[in-house]
């Protein structure tokens, strides 16, 4: 048998493929770089956890003190009572205000968020003497125009009716909140 010499030279033709070459990124530089990613990203929940555990226990540690509602007018009141030679139109913004905000706070009437005619009628729904409410009703028709209009107004007006503001704080305060 005569060897084929065709096979024989066409084998002689190939040659071995080159080894796999690595082309992008060393899949070691690529755990490297997870690793140190979950690391901080480990590193910042800490953290937040952390100021989060503070701000509560900052929280938790001081409580707020919270005054009766007649303690917080007849408190305005006085401090009202040192600008009583100021204008008169600051000086029944202010006083009506308080007024206003202890029947909301005291009797749970919105009255803060009432206009005058608004608040009348509810007025009629609190269980006060009669003296009281016809009180509160003048004093609330009689700031009106003072507070918007700009009428002026005398000191002893004034004075007498911050004086009718804090007795009507004192009479409508409930029992219990006087210690």
Do not use: C
Not at 13 to 20: A, G, N, R, V
Not at 147 to 165: I, R, T, W
């Amino acid at each position: 048998m005569v060897p084929n010499t065709l096979t024989t030279n066409h084998l002689t033709d190939i040659h071995d493929i080159k080894p796999l070459e690595r082309i992008g990124v060393d899949p070691r530089l690529l755990h490297y770089i997870l690793y140190v990613a979950a690391g901080l990203i480990l590193a910042g929940l800490i953290i937040v956890m952390f100021w989060v555990l503070k701000k509560r226990k900052r929280k938790k540690e001081a409580p707020v003190v919270r005054i009766s509602p007649h303690e917080a007018a007849l408190t305005a009141v006085k401090a009202l009572s040192k600008r009583i030679d100021g204008e008169g139109r600051a000086f029944y913004f202010d006083l009506s205000a308080i007024l206003r905000g202890y029947v909301h706070e005291r009797f749970r009437i919105g009255s803060l968020e009432m206009t005058t005619e608004e608040l009348l009628p509810r007025i009629g729904d609190i269980h006060l003497d009669r003296n009281l409410k016809a009180g509160l009703r003048s004093f609330l028709i009689s700031s009106d125009p003072v507070k918007f209009a700009g009428h002026p107004v005398s000191k002893e007006k004034m004075k007498g009716d911050l004086v009718f503001v804090k007795n009507f704080v004192k009479q409508t305060t409930p029992l219990n909140d006087n210690g």
